[in-house]
């Protein structure tokens, strides 16, 4: 994974900036926030430095290689929970929504939020915000620290059975794609060198993704390793006769 950093005065342009030199799509960026200066009296104009994290493939202008990959095409793809607002169902939403809005306008960011998505145990809120990359933070930690948050004020309000799972911009699709595309690219880098790679830091759900993901690889094995919340995962090239001992 490349990575690679663009200046503006705002978000929206730094963020127009790397999508002109990239030549990507809005949908197709991962980027955080590394830098925010507000104008002032001494700073008179603002500036924001965003910092894109680039698959290889993009960054060679080169697409999947499906002859060195498993043969079975591109990686997939995780579908987007990105929809139409659903109209806000009873007290409850109603309170969690307005304690997510106060928690927002109280560390200056004002949102407007909405319900994503509804199913059973779970209730999904979309944050719309002008500083939707500073809420997301590095890899998503500042936006899961927000939901976690807002999860110990719903279990308060009654609802101790609902997680409830914050979104903006599109981010945790966006990401989980990501991570989808990234762990199939290493699997074949560590297939071809036969040395094993050790992924970035990820939560518990990234984790299970990344496995289920590369499960599909009958020479390949993923470990967890660390401690704490954030581990890391080593991809690990497995022989044919180790495989067929199982």
Not at 208 to 227: K, N
Request: charged share 35%; no cysteine.
């Amino acid at each position: 994974m490349v990575v690679k950093e663009f200046e503006g005065r705002n978000e929206k342009e730094a963020i127009d900036r790397a999508i002109e030199e990239l030549g990507l799509d809005r949908n197709e960026i991962d980027f955080e926030i590394v830098e925010a200066k507000r104008p002032g009296i001494l700073f008179r104009g603002g500036k924001v430095k965003i910092r894109v994290h680039l698959l290889e493939e993009h960054e060679e202008g080169e697409e999947y290689d499906e002859e060195a990959g498993t043969g079975e095409g591109p990686p997939e793809q995780a579908p987007s929970r990105r929809a139409p607002s659903l109209p806000v169902d009873g007290e409850f939403e109603g309170k969690v929504i307005e304690f997510a809005r106060g928690l927002l306008d109280r560390m200056g960011f004002p949102a407007e939020i909405a319900v994503n998505f509804r199913e059973e145990g779970r209730l999904g809120l979309d944050i719309e915000s002008d500083g939707s990359g500073i809420l997301i933070g590095k890899q998503g930690r500042t936006l899961e620290a927000l939901q976690f948050i807002v999860n110990l004020a719903a279990g308060r309000m009654g609802g101790e059975t609902t997680r409830i799972v914050l979104d903006t911009q599109d981010y945790r699709s966006r990401r989980e794609r990501s991570l989808i595309r990234m762990a199939n690219q290493v699997a074949d880098q560590v297939r071809r060198s036969r040395e094993s790679r050790l992924l970035e830091p990820l939560n518990p759900f990234e984790r299970r993704l990344i496995h289920t993901s590369l499960a599909r690889y009958g020479d390949i094995e993923t470990v967890s390793e660390g401690d704490g919340l954030y581990k890391r995962i080593r991809v690990i090239w497995r022989s044919d006769r180790d495989a067929r001992r199982e």
